[in-house]
């Protein structure tokens, strides 16, 4: 059950909420229950769809973006955020199941990726607190300064969207993932 309401509809959110819950449709095709949650907030809502927004016109491909997802997702047992981008990894991002196993585990098939979710997982493990070897390596790897920017930038987001759903307990509308079910 659910900590913090989450509005039944687009129309029982807040008014202000609602422009925004609207547009989400027309992009998803659905408004998921993360969204109609966190429209109790329309500041909050807002900022969640200004900054992710933002982050799709950067310079990660959205591959990288939902491998860090979901390694994130995984470090803070989000198990709302590992069905969503399980999901969104599988049927937009076209990652194979294989794939979205190493990003669980913290890794990726793909060395260039890797290098980015391994310095991701090394951001949110350490809360931002990492090593100048762990800088250089992702450096090394092909990722600009920019790039590292929004990497972090990433974690930040997704690490949100964990805590968010974690304290609301928000009922998964997504095929159920459990952080539990990575050996």
């Known amino acids: 059950m659910n900590r913090l309401s989450t509005p039944a ?75 969503a981008h399980t999901y969104l990894g599988a049927n937009l991002a076209h990652l194979d199941a294989a794939e979205i196993m190493a990003n669980r585990r913290g890794g990726s098939t793909d060395p260039k990726a890797d290098a980015a979710v391994r310095f991701a997982v090394k951001v949110a493990q350490a809360r931002g607190h990492i090593s100048d070897d762990d800088v250089r390596a992702v450096k090394l790897a092909g990722y600009d300064d920019g790039q590292v920017i929004e990497i972090v930038q990433h974690v930040a987001l997704n690490t949100w969207t964990n805590y968010i759903n974690s304290v609301a307990l928000t009922e998964i509308d997504f095929p159920i993932v459990t952080a539990a079910q990575v050996a």
Not at 22 to 33: C, D, I, R, S, T
């Open 9 to 83: 509809t687009v129309n029982d959110a807040p008014v202000a909420s609602q422009p925004l819950l609207n547009a989400v449709q027309k992009q998803l095709g659905v408004v998921p229950n993360l969204f109609r949650l966190v429209a109790q907030s329309p500041a909050a809502l807002e900022g969640y769809l200004g900054m992710s927004g933002a982050l799709t016109k950067g310079a990660l491909p959205a591959q990288t973006r939902e491998r860090i997802a979901l390694a994130v997702a995984q470090i803070n047992g989000c198990d709302y955020c590992l069905s």
